[in-house]
Antibody
Framework: VQLVQSGAEVKKPGESLKISCKTS????????IGWVRQMPGKEMEWMGI????????KYNPSFQGQVIMSADKSITTAYLQWTSLKASDTAMYYC?????????????WGQGTLVTVSS | DIQMTQSPSTLSASVGDRVTITCRAS??????LAWYQQKPGKGPELLIY???NLQNGVPSRFSGSGSGTEFTLTISSLQPDDFATYFC?????????FGQGTKLEIK
C-alpha cells in the first residue's frame, strides 16, 4: 500500500488549490480516504474522509464548507481542494487510509503536502 | 468533541530505558484508540490500534493498554530508532481527534 502526495505549494490568499494523493497497492474503492491537517507546532486535526467507491463524504464540522474532498476511481487518486485560500490554511496536509475494518484508525499515511499561503 | 490530553509533551530518555506515554480522553471511549509514531520529514506510522493491538511489523517492545478514558503507550527498551514524536487518536466518534503529541528525546 502506498499513498503518494503531490508536492509543496506556495500560494497567495484568495487563490484556489487542489492537492492530490495517488494510491496504489490495494482496492481503492473499498476503503475510506481521509485528510489530516497539522499546522506549525500544533496537533493533528482530522478534516474528513471520503469513500472512494461512491464519493460519500464525512467532514469535520470545523472544515465543512472550507475544503472539498473528492476522489477519481479511474486513477485511484484522492483530492483536497480550496476555492479561496487564507493565510491560516498554511499547514502540512496528510492523506490517510482508514483501516480495512472501518473502525476509524489510519493504517497508512502519505508523506504530506506542505501548503504555504502568503502574500 | 472528545478532547485527548497527552502527557508528557516532551520526554528525555536513554537507550535501554522503559518509557510510558499517557493519553486521557474527555469522555469514555471503550478502547477505540490508536497510537502513531512520526519522524521528522515523514508521514506518521501506525503502531497500535484498538488500544492494545500491535500493527503488523511493529516491534514487540511497543505495547498499549487502557480503556475508558485512560490509555498508555509503553516502549519496554528504547532503541535509537525510537526517538521520535508519538501521538494518540480516538476514533470512537466523529470528529476523530488527536493528542498533542509527545516528543521523545535522547537524554
Amino acid at each position: 500500500v502506498q499513498l503518494v502526495q503531490s508536492g509543496a505549494e506556495v500560494k497567495k490568499p484568495g487563490e484556489s488549490l487542489k492537492i492530490s494523493c495517488k494510491t496504489s497497492g490495494y482496492s481503492f474503492t473499498t476503503n475510506w480516504i481521509g485528510w489530516v491537517r497539522q499546522m506549525p507546532g500544533k496537533e493533528m486535526e482530522w478534516m474528513g474522509i471520503i469513500y472512494a467507491g461512491d464519493s460519500d463524504t464525512k467532514y469535520n464540522p470545523s472544515f465543512q464548507g472550507q475544503v472539498i474532498m473528492s476522489a477519481d476511481k479511474s486513477i485511484t487518486t484522492a483530492y483536497l481542494q480550496w476555492t479561496s485560500l487564507k493565510a491560516s490554511d498554511t499547514a502540512m496536509y496528510y492523506c490517510v487510509r482508514r483501516d480495512d475494518y472501518n473502525h476509524g484508525y489510519f493504517d497508512y499515511w502519505g508523506q504530506g503536502t506542505l501548503v504555504t499561503v502568503s502574500s | 468533541d472528545i478532547q485527548m490530553t497527552q502527557s508528557p509533551s516532551t520526554l528525555s530518555a536513554s537507550v535501554g530505558d522503559r518509557v510510558t506515554i499517557t493519553c486521557r480522553a474527555s469522555q469514555t471511549m471503550s478502547n477505540w484508540l490508536a497510537w502513531y509514531q512520526q519522524k521528522p520529514g515523514k508521514g506518521p506510522e501506525l503502531l497500535i490500534y484498538r488500544a492494545s493491538n500491535l500493527q503488523n511489523g511493529v516491534p514487540s517492545r511497543f505495547s498499549g493498554s487502557g480503556s475508558g478514558t485512560e490509555f498508555t503507550l509503553t516502549i519496554s527498551s528504547l532503541q535509537p530508532d525510537d526517538f521520535a514524536t508519538y501521538f494518540c487518536q480516538q476514533y470512537k466518534t466523529y470528529p476523530y481527534t488527536f493528542g498533542q503529541g509527545t516528543k521523545l528525546e535522547i537524554k
